[in-house]
């Protein structure tokens, strides 16, 4: 008999008895979608935050005030204080001074009521310098960016976000419009390209003016002076570690603070936010991939089940077919095979279910689901060792049975 | 499996096809032994057909089981076809069921869901036979018993008759030493019993060898020969008067 012979035997066998062997499948098909679905879900949540992290612009540091500490000894909160400056973002910009700095775009940000004709809209209006585009990784999608001579001469120009421009004028092509922000009226000179969305803050809802024009025309107090964040690329990805160093030097001295414990600024790597989020999402995967191989191993339980039951009700086929000359080896494949076929069967569909929910699935919930190629082969190699580990055992029952046993019993 | 099922058995004419030199097997249940035979000694030869005949518990079908080395005997020895059988290995035994000897059963044991082309081909397949091999044998071999119009048809649309002869047809198939039937009329209506009965006197008459196990005169009656168990004994052994039966003296 060959191996042919007895693959068309074992599927004879399933076709006989076609609702168990489904209900067999399906237990190994909820599996397999279970598996391929949740590490989806992992995926795509890992891809999702990476997404947006990078979406804030490459090889990027975030330098932010620390916390302030009054004369009692209270010490405010992270970002209380004002202790940036437009000479802290200059001193970095130095080729000199840091090396690994390819550029430095320091930032204000307040919250304004911009109006337009009849209209009006409050949004983040974001001070900076001409630098911020490229820090960020935005591009423009009409007119143009802000210029140095802009920040020179503190012009009342305006770059809008897709969103706020279509919020103000209802459409995006507004260049040369006027916007009064904080009573001053603002020449729209560009709208930035859209973005989306970086967890919850819209990045298309913004107006980027010159830093010295937010500085002297919008702001009030000492954040004349002060920045808010000041943006650091980095020449390289490999040199963002030294960046950092760099930077973190730089400001201690020009802080005139000693004892790094005690510095005014924090600085944020972009790579360790991706790698928090990362670890979130991925502590998530290993759960939901854990339920999901439970899962898998009650499908293959089920195997075992199906299998030993077909073995005892097949007690006289087997008897037949050792006294017509069946080795017990023969046997013993017969049933492998049959209970490997489950198992492939049911992996098959399992991945199909799974690559469909995958499709579907977003629609429904906010979450990307990432198809994993490595994952969807993974599991069908999976649920057919599943099938036959858990057919090894009826397999060498009926491998063993002895024929006169076998044909006797009614 | 395939490898000496075209060469003849190799035992000489004057060889007995089967040689049972007293055969005992002992049942253990428990602390209970149950001795079902005894020390049979019975030597069939070529062309024979021969008849067991015994009440229920005699041993009779132990007997079966050891002649169809579907189980071993607890001592003495047992020649098939000249070769020791007592000693086999589970493989080894497979194979002789399945080259030298040719199963008939009460039951008919024809699985369900293949044609009776099929159920026929079964023996071939387990030989290693090419699959166009097996199709032409088992047609061949269905011919024989006169269902070369039932070759597609399954054992549910066949009747009780017809299934038995399908089993017949599986038996002759590989062209055993031996054609080992056991009650093979026992769940067949009297027109059936004597389809079969036919058979089995066509088989004798070409030649083949022929054991048959039945507790039923008339059917034991058709046989040249009669072997009578009690009590794991062989009781009585006489050759009838029977046309056509070759009863080597």
């Known amino acids: ?49 990476t997404a947006q992290v990078e979406a804030l612009g490459t090889n990027l540091l975030i330098i932010s005030p620390g916390s302030t500490t009054s004369t009692t000894g209270l010490r405010g909160g992270f970002g209380s204080a004002s202790t940036l400056t437009q000479a802290d973002a200059q001193a970095l910009a130095s080729p000199v001074v840091a090396p690994d700095i390819a550029a430095v775009a320091p930032t204000t940000s307040s919250s304004q009521s911009l109006v337009a004709g009849s209209s009006n809209w409050t949004t983040s209006v974001v001070g900076t310098t001409p630098s911020w585009l490229s820090v960020r990784a935005r591009t423009m999608s009409g007119g143009a960016f802000l210029t140095n001579a802009d920040q020179a001469s503190a012009a009342p120009v305006v770059v809008l976000g897709a969103t706020t421009a279509t919020e103000l004028f209802g459409s995006t092509d507004v260049v040369g419009q006027s916007v009064t922000i904080a009573g001053t009226p603002f020449t729209v000179k560009g709208v930035l ?8 803050a819209n990045n298309d809802d913004t107006a980027v003016i010159p830093l010295s024009a937010a500085q002297q025309r919008v702001s009030t107090g000492t954040s004349r002076t002060t920045v808010q964040t000041i943006y650091v690329q980095a020449t390289s990805q490999p040199a963002l570690s030294s960046a950092y160093q760099e930077a973190n030097s730089e400001l201690l001295a020009l802080h005139g603070i000693t004892n790094t414990t005690n510095a005014d600024f924090t600085i944020t790597n972009q790579a360790s936010l991706v790698t928090t989020a990362a670890s979130v999402s991925k502590t998530l995967t290993v759960l939901l991939s854990g339920i999901a191989a439970i899962s898998l191993l009650v499908g293959g339980i089920g195997v075992m089940n199906i299998m030993l039951v077909s073995v005892t009700e097949r007690i006289r086929e087997i008897g037949l077919r050792k006294a017509l000359g069946a080795r017990p080896s023969l046997i013993r494949r017969q049933f492998l095979i049959e209970a490997s076929l489950l198992g492939l069967v049911g992996g098959l569909l399992g991945a199909a279910v799974g690559i469909i929910g995958a499709k579907v699935l977003p629609d429904f919930i906010s979450n990307p689901v990432a198809l994993s190629m490595p994952a969807i082969f993974g599991s069908i190699t999976v649920a057919l060792a599943i099938g036959l580990v858990f057919g090894v055992y009826p397999a060498s029952r009926a491998a063993q049975l002895a024929p006169i046993d076998a044909l006797r019993s009614e | 499996m395939t490898t000496y099922l075209n060469v003849p058995p190799t035992f000489h004419s004057s060889d007995a096809v089967l040689s049972l030199s007293d055969v005992t097997k002992v049942y253990r249940n428990g602390s209970l032994e149950v001795a079902a035979l005894r020390g049979v000694t019975l030597d069939v030869q070529p062309g024979e057909y021969v008849a067991v005949m015994g009440p229920s518990g005699s041993g009779k079908s132990t007997l079966m089981h050891i002649i169809g080395c579907l189980d071993v005997p607890t001592a003495g020895s047992y020649h098939l076809a000249g070769e020791d059988v007592s000693r086999m290995s589970e493989n080894e035994l497979a194979d002789v069921r399945n080259l030298r000897i040719g199963f008939v059963f009460q039951q008919f044991n024809l699985l369900a869901s293949m044609t009776a082309a099929s159920n026929v081909a079964l023996p071939l397949a387990y030989a290693g036979i090419s699959r166009a091999d097996r199709r032409e044998r088992a047609e061949a071999s269905l011919a024989r018993v006169g269902l070369a119009d039932r070759v597609s048809h399954r054992p549910g649309e066949l009747s009780g008759g017809q299934q038995q002869r399908v089993a017949v047809a599986r038996a002759l198939v ?76």
Do not use: C, K, Y
């Not at chain 1, 191996?3 to 076609?18: G, V």
């Not at chain 2, 006197?201 to 039923?216: N, Q, S, W, Y």
């Not at chain 2, 046989?223 to 056509?244: E, F, H, K, P």
């Open chain 1, 193 to 200: 390209a859209p973005s989306g969305s970086t967890g919850s």
């Open chain 2, 174 to 249: 590989t062209e055993p030493a031996l054609i080992l039937a056991d009650e093979p009329t026992g769940n067949l209506d009297s027109t059936s019993t004597a389809d079969v009965l036919d058979l089995f006197d066509e088989l004798r008459d070409a030649g083949r060898t022929v054991v048959l196990i039945t507790h039923e005169h008339d059917v034991a009656a058709r046989a040249g020969r009669i072997v009578r168990l009690r009590d794991g004994l062989v009781t009585d052994d006489s050759v009838q008067g029977v046309a056509g039966s070759r009863v080597p003296s």
């Open chain 1, 1 to 49: 008999m060959t191996w042919l012979d007895t693959l068309a035997t074992s599927l004879e066998a399933m076709r006989t008895h076609r609702m168990r062997s489904a209900l067999t499948v399906l237990g190994i098909l909820i599996g397999i979608a279970a598996v391929i679905l949740t590490v989806g879900l992992g995926i795509g949540a890992q891809q999702q935050v």
